[in-house]
Structures are given as structure tokens and as C-alpha cells.
């Protein structure tokens, strides 16, 4: 077999160089002695080897790296992808004069509601006939494809905005969720003494030439884990009302995406 050629990458070279002597630094004010590094080596190992790794990093790191990332800078906050995305979401066509209508069950228990969107760019000029992925939970709190009975693509979908970058979708209201707790990740939680709830939200991924992808989540007013959501992925911009309708409720967000 021939041996694969892997050539010298100075980015990667760079990157780990800083990144030793940022962990020397944080190894001497956290004073760890070896046996908890040993802990921490084999408590990593579990985590790999129970597939948490993802689980673990959307949840603990990336909300602080999309924060050092994007603070500072104009348009919607990302928020977490989440390790419940997959690929290949069906297209959600519409039709004149009604709603999309996200993949669903016939019989699709929950509270349908309407959410409906428009998609700028930073300068506030809409961004028409645009890619948008959405995916949630159902009823029960689970996604499709991940510890549940449904179809594997049910509320999940990709669609276009119209001309105007406008867009409504019908679905159901997600719910709030207890992340996997009986791995590794269950246990890191039990040692911070932390919870494992995360609000009820919408996924949205947004793709636009000229512009980054802004992938991002829209999050309820009164949802009680709002403060303390375990992945600390709540923005205050994403954050829209549940209007109470006669047979439905309602949600609007705007959005606005950075050009590249």
C-alpha cells in the first residue's frame, strides 16, 4: 500500500503553536497535577468513544467561539449548528398565496405555527430568492434521525425566499429539550452541577452568494430556560413572541446576512 503523502500545512503549524503555549499559561494558574490530567485524558476518551465528542463541542465551546468570532461585527449572531443537522432535507415548494409547509406527519401532534421571516444583507437591501435550511424538534422534544420514530427528514426542509427576501413557513411550536445525559457529557454536567435543558428553537441556515452562510437559531420570549440554556446559544436578537391567533400561534424574525 502506498504510503499517503501529507504535505507541511503552516496554518496548522501555527495554530498549534500558539494554542501549547496558551494551555502552558493555563496549566500554571489552573494548577492541575497529573492525576487529573490522566482523569481528563481518559474522561476524553469515553466522550470519543461514545460518538459525545460533537455533542460536547456544540454545547460547551462553540457559543464562546461564534461570541469572539462575531460580537463586534454588523448583522444577525450565529448561534450553535447543534449536532442534530443533517444533510439532504427535502425541498418545501410553495404554493400561490399560502404558507411553505415544513415535511411533517399527516397527523403531526403540536401547535402549529406560522413563522414568518424576511433576509437582508447588512446594508438592508433584501436578499431575494435565497437558500434557507429549517429543522426542530417535534412534540415529544426529539429530532428526526436522532432517537425517534419519525421519518428521517420530518420537520426539516430547505426552501427559497421569494423575490423580496420574504419568507412564511408552517410548522409546529418546538419545545424545550434535555440534551443526552448518559454519557460523558451527562456526567461533565453533574460536576458542574449544571442542568441539561436547552429553550424551545427554530435552526435556520442561511446561503447567499457574495455573502457568509449565516447559520443561526430564533428562540421565544417566557421560555423559563432562556437564562440558563446549557449551551448558552440565546442572543438577545434572536429572540422573537408567540402571538396567540384563533387556532395557531405566530413568530416573525428579520435577518440580516454579512457579506463575505
Known amino acids: 500500500m502506498q504510503k499517503q503523502i501529507i504535505q507541511r500545512n503552516e496554518r496548522v503549524e501555527e495554530v498549534f503553536h500558539l494554542f501549547i503555549k496558551h494551555i502552558q499559561n493555563f496549566l500554571k494558574e489552573a494548577k492541575l497535577n497529573h492525576e487529573e490530567y490522566t482523569n481528563f ?7 470519543g468513544k461514545k460518538g459525545e465528542l460533537p455533542l460536547y463541542a456544540d454545547v460547551f465551546l462553540e457559543t464562546h467561539v461564534l461570541r469572539a468570532m462575531y460580537t463586534d461585527k454588523p448583522g444577525t449572531q450565529p448561534s450553535l449548528l447543534g449536532p442534530y443537522f443533517i444533510e439532504g432535507s427535502p425541498l418545501v415548494e410553495s404554493r400561490p398565496g399560502e404558507p411553505l409547509v415544513l415535511t411533517q406527519r399527516p397527523d ?6 406560522y413563522f414568518k421571516g424576511s433576509v437582508s444583507n447588512t446594508d ?41 427576501g420574504n419568507f412564511e413557513v408552517k410548522t409546529i411550536v418546538p419545545l424545550p429539550y434535555s440534551i443526552p445525559t448518559d454519557g460523558p457529557t451527562g456526567e461533565f454536567l453533574e460536576y458542574m452541577d449544571q442542568h441539561p435543558m436547552r ?24 421560555d423559563e430556560w432562556l437564562e440558563t440554556d446549557v449551551a448558552d446559544g440565546v442572543r438577545t436578537e434572536l429572540l422573537t413572541t408567540l402571538e396567540d391567533k384563533d387556532d395557531h400561534k405566530e413568530a416573525s424574525l428579520n435577518f440580516f446576512m454579512r457579506p463575505k
Not at 41 to 47: E, I, Q, S, T
Request: hydrophobic share 35%; no cysteine.
Open 124 to 164: 438592508g437591501m433584501p436578499l431575494g430568492n435565497i437558500r434557507v435550511e429549517m429543522w426542530q424538534n417535534d412534540n415529544t422534544g426529539k429530532y428526526s434521525a436522532f432517537d425517534s420514530d419519525a421519518p428521517r427528514y420530518n420537520l426539516r426542509g430547505h426552501f427559497d425566499t421569494d423575490e423580496n
Open 108 to 113: 403531526e401532534a403540536g401547535e402549529v405555527l
Open 41 to 47: 485524558v481518559n474522561w476524553a476518551d469515553r466522550l
Open 199 to 222: 429553550p424551545a428553537h427554530l435552526h435556520l441556515m442561511f446561503e447567499a452568494e457574495g455573502h457568509e452562510t449565516l447559520i443561526t437559531q430564533v428562540f421565544f420570549e417566557g
